[in-house]
């Protein structure tokens, strides 16, 4: 089975932290994303990547960065945590052919306090 | 823009039958359907694309009209096992590269005796 692992599941970090998740999957997919989900907003696009060191905003890019330096890792930066960034973060991955559906780390619950 | 679900959330008695609708202002290339049980990681379900047959595996079977960018997630005979959130994630263009999501906010399904 793909396997995606996300370093925390939960995190606690102060305001103007620079916080760093981190994601790793163990099946050579090409494509990473991160999520967050918020109640009642559903999952949305922070920022996706499609090759290493290749990386495209998503929806709600702003206060995060990406970095991919090796495939199978994927690291979300938030350069200057604030409140409005608690959130539930997911991790994901899949492959390029247009058939096989992504598979979701467990996520990692931020809270910025 | 995220694809309107619908309902919101869906109370089942064991055995029942529900229907899950997700509708997109963009014309489509594919849907995928996610359940997410309470705290664990979404699990891809299924997905369906453009010009494809309609899809389904056990009792969970699901459409999609072109014509009018929905998608619909059938339930048949529900089980407990059927509770959780389940996330219609669209792809408005086959790119060649990411198939990038844009995920509905969701519809709570609670399956209970």
């Known amino acids: 089975d793909v396997k995606v692992t996300q370093s925390s599941r939960y995190l606690v970090k102060r305001t103007g932290e620079k916080v760093f998740l981190e994601c790793v999957q163990d099946?050579?997919?090409?494509?990473m994303f991160w999520y967050r989900q918020d109640p009642g907003l559903g999952l949305r696009l922070i920022y996706f990547?499609?090759?290493?060191?290749?990386?495209e905003k998503g929806d709600i890019p702003e206060g995060y960065s990406v970095s991919r330096e090796k495939k199978e890792r994927f690291s979300l930066i938030l350069e200057s945590a604030s409140t409005n960034q608690t959130s539930m973060y997911l991790c994901?991955?899949?492959?390029?052919?247009?058939?096989?559906?992504?598979?979701f780390g467990s996520g990692t619950r931020l809270t910025v306090v | 823009q995220q694809p309107v679900q619908s309902p919101q959330a869906v109370i089942l008695r064991e055995g029942e039958d529900a229907v899950i609708n997700c509708s997109s202002s963009?014309?489509?290339?594919?849907v995928h359907w996610y359940r997410q049980k309470h705290g664990e990681a979404p699990v891809f379900l299924m997905i369906l694309l453009k010009g494809g047959e309609q899809k389904g595996h056990e009792k969970i079977s699901a459409s999609f009209n072109e014509k009018k960018q929905q998608s619909s997630l059938y339930l048949t005979a529900s089980q407990l096992s059927y509770s959780g959130t389940y996330f219609c994630g669209t792809e408005p263009e086959f790119t060649g590269t990411a198939s990038k999501l844009t995920f509905g906010t969701g519809t709570r399904l609670q399956v209970t005796l």
């Open positions: 099946m050579d997919h090409e494509n």
């Open positions: 994901a991955s899949s492959i390029t052919w247009t058939g096989i559906g992504y598979t």
């Open positions: 963009k014309a489509l290339y594919s």
């Open positions: 990547s499609y090759d290493v060191k290749m990386k």
